[in-house]
T-cell receptor, first 112, second 114 residues
Framework: NAGVTQTPKFQVLKTGQSMTLQCAQDMNHEYMSWYRQDPGMGLRLIHY???????DQGEVPNGYNVSRSTTEDFPLRLLSAAPSQTSVYFC???????????FGDGTRLSIL | GENVEQHPSTLSVQEGDSAVIKCTYS??????FPWYKQELGKRPQLIID?????GEKKDQRIAVTLNKTAKHFSLHITETQPEDSAVYFCAARGLKAAGNKLTFGGGTRVLVKP
């Protein structure tokens, strides 16, 4: 099993550009989440999903969209990149809400 | 929503000593409390977790205690080793929250000095 796979690992964008961060898991987990981690800080939840076709907002959803058309994939879209979105983005998945989350290796995103 | 506070923000210990990190949470209905370790430039990895029906859990040199009345839980690392140096995050899942909505603490940077 590959676990949780995130692509790309690094990305530099210009202000106003859009892009999609990819996240895929091969563990048949229903629950998937996106977090951002700013330097020296904890993880803040952006969006999450409890199953295919179901998504909901976390604590910092503005400027991001998600969709969950399959159990395996949970892409995160930046609509119009802003410097404040420079961060490390982690995707995570788990069997259930009170089960251990498995994190991907992260995407380091810089917005100029 | 849930609010999780973590203390201290940094902790320096001598190799072989114990390290204790404390977290408090706000949602009295929270039922799941994981702890993650994150090494520099790496992803967070689960090291131990506890559910609200248990007061204490141990795994070799790591233990977690939960006090539901006081709404706090703690991570204890005994006989610390240099490889324990990392950032540790606590988290809590409120029962009112749907799905996998964990709230993380701000993290504790642990440095184990040889």
């Amino acid at each position: 099993n590959a676990g949780v796979t995130q692509t790309p690992k690094f990305q530099v964008l210009k202000t106003g550009q859009s892009m999609t961060l990819q996240c895929a898991q091969d563990m048949n987990h229903e629950y998937m989440s996106w977090y951002r981690q700013d330097p020296g800080m904890g993880l803040r939840l952006i969006h999450y999903s409890v199953g295919a076709g179901i998504t909901d907002q976390g604590e910092v959803p503005n400027g991001y969209n998600v969709s969950r058309s399959t159990t395996e994939d949970f892409p995160l879209r930046l609509l119009s990149a802003a410097p404040s979105q420079t961060s490390v983005y982690f995707c995570a998945s788990s069997y259930g809400g009170d089960q251990p989350q498995h994190f991907g290796d992260g995407t380091r995103l810089s917005i100029l | 929503g849930e609010n999780v506070e973590q203390h201290p923000s940094t902790l320096s210990v001598q190799e072989g000593d114990s390290a204790v990190i404390k977290c408090t949470y706000s949602d009295s209905a929270s039922n799941y409390f994981p702890w993650y370790k994150q090494e520099l430039g790496k992803r967070p990895q689960l090291i131990i977790d506890i559910r609200s029906n248990v007061g204490e859990k141990k795994d070799q040199r790591i233990a977690v205690t939960l006090n539901k009345t006081a709404k706090h839980f703690s991570l204890h690392i005994t006989e610390t080793q240099p490889e324990d140096s990392a950032v540790y995050f606590c988290a809590a899942r409120g029962l009112k929250a749907a799905g996998n909505k964990l709230t993380f603490g701000g993290g504790t940077r642990v440095l184990v000095k040889p």
